[in-house]
């Protein structure tokens, strides 16, 4: 495996006990689903806006929820983008457009019907794309809730004065519901509706007050629009995640030095210093030296020696190996799924 799976950051944090800190290292994790690797270009559209038949439903709609006419459509389109976003970042698939092309359909949550094929293919040979990704149905919802009242304790020109806090939380529904045309097969090759919750919180001297504190509900649509349209592109194309690493620094200067270099991302110098402890006679040294080595081993791209690692450190009694050890076989799982979606 190529180490050009992972890519680091430096800025290491103190973990609980001064023996350990730990590293934030940038995954990538593969897509949930598994597109063909015929499917190289796709093109994006956003059919969400309701026909001159569905017109009227969509805005008497809109009128019983309180979202107001046009708020879905305008959250549809951030919702678009965030799934031009992410793929435009991803290393799996060229987008064609940005999101500006618009079709007809039902306005509300329910699927249209099926594009015809004919439109199928005229819109992907005049995009030169293999693929049409559509956001068929989109609704949203929102509510704001308060919760339970808390004390705290301030003090106030010296002195000490309890005061209740309230929090109002502004919950947002989105349901998007997405297909995806695969044209040289003439096949749907994906068809699901996804449910997203997002919350945004305040705080206040009472209910009104911290309510007035929460985002306008155009900037949360906005942002809870971007969200689920991200959401859908984690679903089909792989992604960078970050994840923390924990590795041993100890009192000891060998110790000591490797930690520096882990910081300076001279990760050579570092495991030179853990290879010549990894045989000492003192059990806990060996198996805090292995237990690094397959950290080192992983940030390298090699994960089948991180794993012997893991496990040489378990075996001298290390008890963080056994978790490592899992988190790494999902790591050679996904893989797996990778270098099939990414074609390597």
Known sequence: MRPIYILFLFFVFLISSCTTSSVLVSIQRPADITLSQEIKTVVIANRTSPTKKNLAGNIIEGIVSGEGIGSDRKSSEYCINGLVTLLDNSDRFNVKNIGELELKGTGTSSFPFPLKWKKVDKICKSYNADALIVLETFDSDSRVVFGKPIKRTIKRKGKKIVELRHQAILEMKIVSGWRIYDNKKQEIIDENKFTELKDFKAWGKSNKEAESKLPYRNVALQQSGDFAGIQYGKRISPVWIQARRVFYTGKDDALKKASKDVKKNQWDDAIEIWKAMVNVNDKKTASRASYNM????????????????????????????????????????????????LNN
């Open 294 to 341: 397959a950290l080192a081993s992983e940030i390298k791209g090699y994960l089948d020696a991180a794993i012997d690692w893991a496990k040489k450190a378990k075996a001298l009694g290390d008890k963080r190996a056994n978790s490592y050890i899992s988190t790494l076989n999902k790591r050679k799982q996904d893989q797996k799924k990778l270098n099939k979606q």
